[in-house]
């Protein structure tokens, strides 16, 4: 803010907001100067339209001001041009200290994601800088929980292997082969060399053997406990070579290494101080955290990168922290600048993987216990009539959540049939939890639509909305619910996430589940576990899914699909969504016309 703005304010606060007379003396007083500069600062501020000033003839007489600007509408105006000319640090060190953001500043920001060539950069850098809206809580993988803080581990730490769906074969990162012996009881890794993190430290076989170790420190999902518990011995016969042995063969040991929480740290560093890991990690990965400040984060490309360079150097990403602009069905995203001669748009629509889906609590006594009380509840459900009018999404019924070849959803609509079970077995009052493990959640359309929409079956339902960290806060929210609507959203390997989100310690649905419906979906996973092949492992998680849906122990919702628009600079080239929906920065390059404009 200039010393003029700041004058202004305070002639504001003393005087305004109106009209109001006052001397010249008075004016001088308040600014700390002399009447000849008070004069000067008034006609300043007269010239700028802030202020309509009337002096009296004659000396000390009165004279009259008039404010013809709000303050705070100066205060978004300096913002927006901020953000117009490219000053978007300073920008959002305002947008810091606001309770709430206008509405039009946040439309500024995303209007104009700001794009950095390097033949205009001052420092000859590729740069892109640009808003995020959900706050980074960890850096650590295992600790990760919104999709954001995955697509930005992503960025900064690397695996042994990735899974490719489409193409269904696993990826080399960090190991650039691998083998298994000895009918399957021995798996041998080869490491690429010279691969470095980002503090200048070599990444060996010592340092995957530690992640391994470690992870086995931390809670897991289920899956991985028993795969763990396979695992006898580990050697490392030599720096780049690293061997598993095992007690009985286990053909989907692979998944294990391409989980978003098996990207490899350097674990003594991490556990040296991990509150400061947690916001500055240390990597192997194309970029690397330069800066992480409240609100702001620096990624820059990592000189020493095993694989391709990143194209792009630089990438600046400012929080916004209050946004009162709800989430629309298509999101947009600008990235040109005033120099930008034609514009080239890039959309996609297609299916969000996952899906939001209803469970009833059997670790609480009710009605809702009740053997037909899911089909009915499910038979109850119009969910077109619920959910195709969303307000942030649209939506579709399919069969499955992670299955896109599927037929529609198995579980249709018999309203008639349950309203009068319902009516007669006398339900008039359910407890409803709509649970959050992810900030992207925002359940309050379903909310007042759901609670509508019992109200006319002559059911009331008690609903509220938690956001829940840890199993402890999950279990003891079990106590005080008689239905859960949560959601899940798959990552790259859609296997790992089917068995993370049945597994797991935090898993809604398994700890809504009953003693012996929880044993026997055990069952059922150790036959995905023990697969003999990825594809047979796919089949057997259908059949899986298939036991949850007939018998409504998961009632399936909708599934969400993603709308996204992109305008850039028709020179910008490599753009493209990764799996999180995101941008690949990696890919993103500046292609200069003849006159390298």
């Given amino acids: 803010m200039t010393k003029l703005e700041n004058h202004y304010f305070t002639l504001y606060s003393k005087w305004g907001p109106k009209t109001a007379n006052v001397y010249i003396q008075e004016l001088a007083a308040e600014f700390c100067c002399t009447d000849r500069h008070a004069k000067t600062l008034i006609k300043n501020m007269q010239n700028n339209e802030w202020i309509s000033w009337q002096p009296n003839p004659g000396r ?27 000053d978007i640090e300073n920008a959002f060190k305002w947008m810091e200290n606001q309770k709430e953001l206008d509405s039009s500043i946040v439309k500024s920001l995303e209007d104009h994601f700001q794009w950095t060539p390097n033949h205009i950069h001052e420092e000859g850098l590729d740069v892109l800088r640009y808003p995020y809206y959900h706050p980074i ?34 990826i080399p990162e960090i190991a650039h082969d691998w083998a298994s012996f000895e009918d399957g009881l021995v798996w041998r890794f080869y490491l690429r060399k010279g691969v470095y993190f980002h503090d200048g430290s070599l990444l060996t076989s010592e340092v995957i053997k530690e992640n391994i170790e470690f992870w086995r420190e931390y809670p897991l999902d289920g899956w991985k406990v028993c795969i763990f518990d396979e695992i006898e011995k580990i050697e490392t016969p030599s720096p780049t070579v690293i061997e598993l042995y095992l007690s009985k063969p286990t053909p989907l040991l692979l998944h294990l290494f391409t989980d978003y929480k098996s990207m490899i740290i350097p674990v003594s560093t991490f556990k040296k101080n991990p509150d400061s890991f947690r916001n500055h990690p240390i990597g192997n990965g194309p970029y690397k955290v330069n800066k992480h400040e409240k609100g702001y984060i620096i990624l820059e490309s990592f000189s020493n990168y095993f694989g391709y360079q990143p194209l792009l150097d630089k990438i600046e990403l400012f ?44 670790q609480r006594e009710g009605i809702h216990t009740h053997p037909k009380f899911k089909k009915m509840l499910s038979y109850s459900l119009d969910r077109p009539k619920l959910f195709q009018g969303h307000p942030h999404h649209d939506v579709s019924f399919p069969d499955s959540f992670f299955d ?46 759901l609670t509508k929409y019992f109200r006319q079956l002559g059911i009331t339902l008690n609903t509220t909305i938690v956001t829940i960290h840890d199993l402890a806060a999950m279990k003891q929210h079990l106590k005080q619910t008689d239905l859960i609507i ?46 003999e092949s990825t594809e047979i492992a796919y089949q057997q998680m259908r059949q899986v899914e298939s036991f949850l849906f007939d018998h ?46």
């Avoid at 946004?323 to 999101?331: D, H, L, N, T, W």
């Avoid at 077995?425 to 359910?430: A, F, I, Q, Y």
């Avoid at 919702?557 to 992109?566: D, E, F, M, S």
């Fill in 404 to 449: 896109e070849t599927t037929n529609d959803l198995r579980q249709q609509s018999k309203i008639k049939k349950a309203k009068k079970w319902l009516q007669k077995k006398g339900v008039t009052t359910l407890t409803l939890s709509f649970i959050c493990f992810e900030h992207e959640n925002d359940f309050g359309f379903e909310l007042e639509r």
């Fill in 319 to 362: 929080h916004i922290p209050t946004s009162p602009v709800s989430r629309k069905k298509e999101v947009k995203y600008r990235i040109a600048k005033h120099y930008s001669n034609s514009i080239k748009q890039y959309k996609w629509v297609q299916p969000e993987l996952g899906g939001i889906y209803l469970v009833v609590n059997h």
């Fill in 552 to 597: 409504y122990y998961v009632i399936f919702l909708y599934q969400r699909k993603i709308n996204i628009t992109i305008e850039a600079d028709d020179k910008l080239e490599g753009i493209e969504l990764n799996h999180y929906n995101q941008l690949n920065y990696q890919k993103l390059w500046y292609k200069l016309g003849k006159s390298n404009d």
């Fill in 486 to 531: 949560s959601g899940m959203n798959l990552t790259e390997n859609h296997l790992v996430s089917m068995l993370n989100a049945l597994s797991s310690s935090t898993s809604i649905i398994r700890n809504t589940l009953s003693y012996d419906v929880k044993r026997h979906l055990d069952f059922m996973l150790a036959d995905v576990r023990h697969a």
């Fill in 60 to 86: 000390g007489k009165v004279s009259t001001l008039t404010f013809l600007v709000d303050p705070h509408e100066l205060e978004k105006q300096n913002v927006k041009s901020m953000i117009e000319n490219g």
């Fill in 137 to 170: 809580h960890t850096f650590v993988p295992l600790e990760m929980s919104t999709n954001y803080e995955k697509h930005l581990g992503e960025q900064i730490f690397n695996r042994l292997l990735r899974y490719d769906n489409k193409t269904n074969s696993f």
